[in-house]
């Protein structure tokens, strides 16, 4: 696979190095192409621990795609990403109707709940993404629709 | 275990050993719930899962182990390093039982009686 090959997906509309903006339809896919992206982002930004800053960006965009876009190709995910002199600031966008947050059962605070909650609601098992990314990155906000987070990670001086 | 294969399962007496290779996501944990259903149609069975050649976990896996946990007897075996922190990143270790190998996960199954 060349990198052209692994960008194929990605739509980019501004490449700066510390700004970076780009579109990609709703496939799982673009989540392995951003991959080596999110590597450099993780260098730039000084974090030498990068494994754990794809993992929350990887959610959020699976989240985007799968419950935002609910895998309408035809639908985009946005991510920008810009690195400033303390921190690094993600915003992930997707298409969808959006969703409030605080109605999101938190399956930290009572995970078999959490289980009998997502039967009940015929949603497929799972709910620990968000717990995950709070916990990685130091801020997770959501516009008031609830279709774009902003995650950000403050760096070490 | 067999190339190509996710998930291979043994028995050892009442207890079921599940072995899961590469990616604990959503499929994967799918796929071990069904042989679980499977392998225990009547409800509630005594489980191992053997996360030792599992080299990457979803969010989505970790609610499938959680699933299993609720419906089943369950100890986790084999799960270290980024597996482990992934777990405790979701704070999912608080209420999986964690033990370092399969002869460990037998020999808490026998005291619990």
């Known amino acids: 696979m060349t990198g052209s090959d692994e960008l194929r997906d990605l739509s980019i509309h501004s490449g ?40 929350a960006v990887r959610e959020i965009i699976a989240n985007a795609i799968e ?3 609910r895998k309408d190709e035809s639908r985009k995910i946005k991510v920008s990403y810009c690195l400033f002199r303390d921190r690094l600031v993600f915003k992930i966008e997707d298409e969808g109707e959006g969703f409030k947050p605080d109605e999101v059962f938190d399956p930290s605070t009572d995970p078999f709940g959490g289980v009998l909650e997502r039967l009940d609601a015929g949603k497929r098992f799972g709910g620990y993404g968000m717990v995950m990314v709070r916990n990685i990155m130091d801020e997770v906000l959501y516009n008031d629709r609830g279709n774009v987070v902003l995650l950000t990670k403050y760096l070490d001086e | 275990m067999p190339e190509g294969r996710r998930v291979t399962a043994r ?13 604990l996501d959503h499929e ?17 069975g005594r489980i191992v899962l053997d996360l030792s050649d599992v080299t990457f ?21 084999g799960a270290v390093g980024d597996v ?22 037998l020999a808490s199954f026998e005291m619990s009686g």
């Not at chain 1, 590597?39 to 930004?45: E, H």
């Not at chain 2, 994967?28 to 509630?44: D, L, N, W």
């Open chain 2, 11 to 23: 028995r050892h007496g009442e207890v079921a050993i599940f072995q899961l290779r590469g990616a």
């Open chain 1, 67 to 69: 419950w935002g876009n």
């Open chain 2, 28 to 44: 994967a944990a799918a796929e071990v719930i069904e042989q679980i259903k499977r392998t225990f149609p009547a409800g509630r």
């Open chain 2, 57 to 77: 976990v979803r969010s989505s896996g970790i609610g499938g182990v959680v699933q299993i946990s609720f419906d089943h007897e369950l100890r986790v075996v």
């Open chain 2, 84 to 105: 482990k922190k992934t777990f405790e990143l979701a704070e999912a270790d608080r209420i999986l039982c964690f033990v370092d190998d399969i002869d460990q996960a």
């Open chain 1, 16 to 55: 700066f190095q510390n700004w970076i903006e780009l579109f990609a339809p709703s496939h799982e896919r673009v989540i392995v192409q951003l991959e080596d992206l999110l590597d450099r982002v993780a260098v730039r930004g000084g974090i030498e621990d990068s494994g754990k800053l794809k993992m």
